[in-house]
């Protein structure tokens, strides 16, 4: 079996509910270990591939980011 393929930016939601109230997490770092950030609170954590597989209950749809960048005139 083959491990699923993450990238940057994907959204995830995990079975368990994360201590602020919030289920749904960013991935921020990929490797063996699977960095995440909680989208309410902003905590990071980070978590081996196969937990990750485990817990995940659905892959949510990509936020598209605009650049602010240039609207802070």
Do not use: Y
Not at 3 to 27: A, I, S, T, Y
Not at 30 to 52: N, Q, T
């Amino acid at each position: 079996m083959q491990p699923m393929q993450f990238q940057l930016g994907d959204r995830l939601r995990l079975r368990k509910q994360h201590p602020c109230g919030n289920f749904d997490w960013e991935v921020v770092r990929l490797g063996a270990d699977i960095g995440l950030r909680c989208e309410k609170c902003g905590r990071r954590v980070l978590l081996p591939r196969s937990e990750v597989e485990r817990r995940i209950k659905q892959v949510l749809p990509r936020l598209s980011k605009t650049d602010d960048f240039f609207d802070e005139e």
